[in-house]
């Protein structure tokens, strides 16, 4: 069964670090681009960040840039968001995706999308 | 930076009936870019549409999509009481990469 697993959240104060991990099974880790995203309390679906399935290519949204830090070990099909210097407004549910990567047809090239997705894990950041 | 806006913010319909959302973007997207996903409460976010109409695996032909530029649809044909949730719209930027949701349609029942 193909699964994303996300673990590592917990109630932080304003200014600490948490590690998020994303524990992959199922297919073949090293094929695939990845993503964090994350959802506050009640809101929407906001992007994180990505990585090309070698770690070789990095994205930031402009809200996490400089202090979220994207990463992934092949060898142990994991996936981790290192997050600094956090703040209230970073509290929210955070989601591993597969991105299913680029496709061609007649038309040029394509992204078929986040295909997969994990369960979830809740960040929490309050004094 | 590309902004997507999704019309109505809720949708009251009945099963059976027909739902069109409606995805904007403030700048020219290539369909190609362009997806959908469902959510419904308590649970993660499910591909539905990729390319702005091609269906992912396993999603039924009830649900399509179309559209092209800046405006952007997804018609429910018929709905189930399964389909009752909230829609998001997403595309892929380029150069560099970055990725937008809209804020969303919620589908409620009526």
């Known amino acids: 069964e193909v699964q994303l697993v996300e673990s590592g959240g917990g109630l932080v104060q304003p200014g600490g670090s948490l590690r998020l991990s994303c524990a992959a099974s199922g297919f073949t880790f090293s094929s695939y681009e990845m993503n964090w995203v994350r959802q506050a309390p009640g809101k929407g679906l906001e992007w994180v960040s990505y990585?090309?399935?070698?770690?070789?290519?990095?994205y930031y949204a402009d809200s996490v840039k400089g202090r979220f830090t994207i990463s992934r070990d092949n060898a142990k099909n994991s996936l981790y968001l290192q997050m600094n210097s956090l703040r209230a407004e970073d509290t929210a549910v955070y989601y591993c995706?597969?991105?299913?990567?680029?496709?061609?047809?007649?038309?040029?090239?394509?992204?078929?999308?986040?295909?997969?997705w994990g369960q979830g894990t809740t960040v929490t950041v309050s004094s | 930076e590309i902004v997507l806006t999704q019309s109505p913010g809720t949708l009251s319909l009945s099963p059976g009936e027909r739902a069109t959302l409606s995805c904007r973007a403030s700048q020219s997207v290539s369909s190609s870019y362009l997806a959908w996903y469902q959510q419904k409460p308590g649970q993660a976010p499910r591909l539905l549409i990729y390319g702005a109409s091609s269906r992912a695996t396993g999603i039924p032909d009830r649900f399509s999509g179309s559209g092209s530029g800046t405006d952007f649809t997804l018609t429910i044909s018929r709905l189930e009481p399964e389909d009752f949730a909230v829609y998001y719209c997403?595309?892929?930027?380029?150069?560099?990469?970055?990725?937008?949701f809209g804020p969303g349609t919620k589908v409620d029942i009526k």
């Open positions: 990585i090309s399935s070698s770690g070789s290519t990095i």
């Open positions: 995706a597969r991105d299913k990567g680029v496709y061609y047809d007649s038309s040029g090239p394509g992204n078929y999308g986040m295909d997969v």
């Open positions: 997403q595309q892929y930027g380029s150069s560099p990469r970055a990725i937008t």
